[in-house]
């Protein structure tokens, strides 16, 4: 556990999703440097959580005590009500604004300085920490992603804020300053432009009805660029290697103490993705002992990133 400050860590998930990963949560709770990592979901993840074996570290929250889904259900069908045309919308549509509103409006409810949010589908590969060594300022860990909605977005909610670094906050986690967090929901708030009260009304108000659909908000990017822009000086930049794309040459069912140490020297984390698979010209490659040892998980990672067409890559300056 971090020393210089206590704080919890909040993860949004499903039930479906927890149990998709379960098998890999105790090795998220023993590299964790928060207090308590505490789970946030509907009453169907609370059982999923006290079965966890082990200590008192891992909690649960119920996300309608947050932010209850049915005010931002409603909400997100209004915005969305020519396009449905008397349909009706599928929760999973809300339900992907839904997970980033639930770690913005938590700042209002944690008792501490700071809050670590941490993806459900990522698990850490070895102990890390989220502030400087002998130091008390935290770190905003970066990637390499770009999405051009997110910052056209972000300008509507904040005008005059833009992109001002040249790598990404989307890094599967981000430790959040609660008074930081809280501000920024202000200035949102105090948008007198963007129709709706809440901060989570104006952002899903704040994208074109046509984009609502297509993921076009980030709470990383939202946040990451808030601090740069209004409080320089509270963080230190960190760049973040992770195995994005996990699933694709791991199985989660099957993926071993061997193959974690293997890739944690050379990834903080690795994360499996809903929907990937191992292909088949990639079973028995990364979780294979013999090339282990003749490659690092870096090395064998910029290998297939070479054969592979489109999607996200990891880079290394």
Same mark, same amino acid.
């Given at each position: 556990?971090?020393?210089?400050?206590?704080?919890?860590?909040?993860?949004?998930?499903?039930?479906?999703?927890?149990?998709?990963?379960?098998?890999?949560?105790?090795?998220?709770?023993?590299?964790?440097?928060?207090?308590?990592?505490?789970?946030?979901?509907?009453?169907?993840?609370?059982?999923?959580?006290?079965?966890?074996?082990?200590?008192?570290?891992?909690?649960?929250?119920?996300?309608?005590?947050?932010?209850?889904?049915?005010?931002?259900?409603?909400?997100?069908?209004?915005?969305?009500?020519?396009?449905?045309?008397?349909?009706?919308?599928?929760?999973?549509?809300?339900?992907?604004?839904?997970?980033?509103?639930?770690?913005?409006?938590?700042?209002?409810?944690?008792?501490?300085?700071?809050?670590?949010?941490? +993806?459900? !589908?990522?698990?850490?590969?070895?102990? *890390? #920490?989220? @502030?400087?060594?002998? /130091?008390?300022?935290?770190?905003?860990?970066?990637?390499?992603?770009?999405?051009?909605?997110?910052?056209?977005?972000m300008a509507k909610l904040i005008p005059g804020m833009e992109k001002n670094i040249r790598k990404s906050f989307i890094a599967e986690h981000m430790l959040i300053k609660c008074n930081i967090m809280r501000k920024?929901?202000?200035?949102?708030?105090?948008?007198?432009?963007?129709?709706?009260?809440?901060?989570?009304?104006?952002?899903?108000?704040?994208? +074109?009805? !046509?984009?609502?659909?297509?993921?076009? *908000? #980030?709470? @990383?990017?939202?946040? /990451?660029?808030?601090?740069?822009?209004?409080?320089?000086?509270?963080?230190?930049?960190?760049?973040?290697?992770?195995?994005?794309?996990?699933?694709?040459?791991?199985?989660?069912?099957?993926?071993?103490?061997?193959?974690?140490?293997?890739?944690?020297?050379?990834?903080?984390?690795?994360?499996?993705?809903?929907?990937?698979?191992?292909?088949?010209?990639?079973?028995?490659?990364?979780?294979?002992?013999?090339?282990?040892?003749?490659?690092?998980?870096?090395?064998?990672?910029?290998?297939?990133?070479?054969?592979?067409?489109?999607?996200?890559?990891?880079?290394?300056?």
């Amino acid at each position: 556990m971090d020393s210089v400050n206590s704080y919890d860590a909040i993860i949004v998930v499903t039930a479906a999703d927890y149990k998709r990963l379960q098998r890999n949560y105790q090795r998220l709770l023993s590299y964790m440097p928060s207090r308590r990592v505490l789970f946030v979901g509907d009453e169907a993840v609370f059982p999923l959580v006290q079965a966890l074996k082990g200590d008192d570290k891992a909690g649960f929250i119920n996300e309608n005590d947050i932010l209850p889904f049915d005010h931002v259900h409603e909400v997100m069908k209004h915005a969305l009500k020519d396009i449905l045309n008397g349909r009706e919308l599928p929760r999973g549509v809300t339900g992907w604004y839904y997970q980033q509103f639930l770690k913005m409006q938590y700042a209002s409810l944690c008792p501490d300085e700071y809050y670590l949010v941490w +993806d459900g !589908d990522t698990i850490p590969c070895k102990p *890390f #920490s989220m @502030f400087q060594e002998n /130091g008390n300022i935290p770190y905003l860990d970066l990637k390499q992603e770009y999405h051009e909605e997110y910052f056209r977005v972000m300008a509507k909610l904040i005008p005059g804020m833009e992109k001002n670094i040249r790598k990404s906050f989307i890094a599967e986690h981000m430790l959040i300053k609660c008074n930081i967090m809280r501000k920024l929901i202000s200035e949102i708030e105090q948008n007198s432009i963007i129709p709706g009260t809440a901060f989570w009304e104006k952002i899903i108000y704040a994208i +074109d009805t !046509d984009k609502l659909q297509s993921n076009s *908000f #980030s709470e @990383f990017e939202t946040y /990451g660029t808030f601090v740069v822009s209004r409080y320089p000086d509270a963080y230190r930049f960190r760049d973040w290697h992770s195995f994005r794309y996990g699933g694709l040459y791991f199985n989660p069912n099957t993926i071993s103490d061997r193959d974690f140490a293997w890739l944690g020297r050379d990834f903080y984390a690795i994360s499996f993705e809903k929907g990937h698979t191992i292909r088949e010209d990639h079973q028995n490659l990364f979780d294979n002992p013999k090339y282990q040892e003749k490659l690092s998980a870096r090395r064998m990672l910029e290998i297939a990133q070479e054969e592979a067409i489109e999607g996200y890559e990891e880079v290394w300056d």
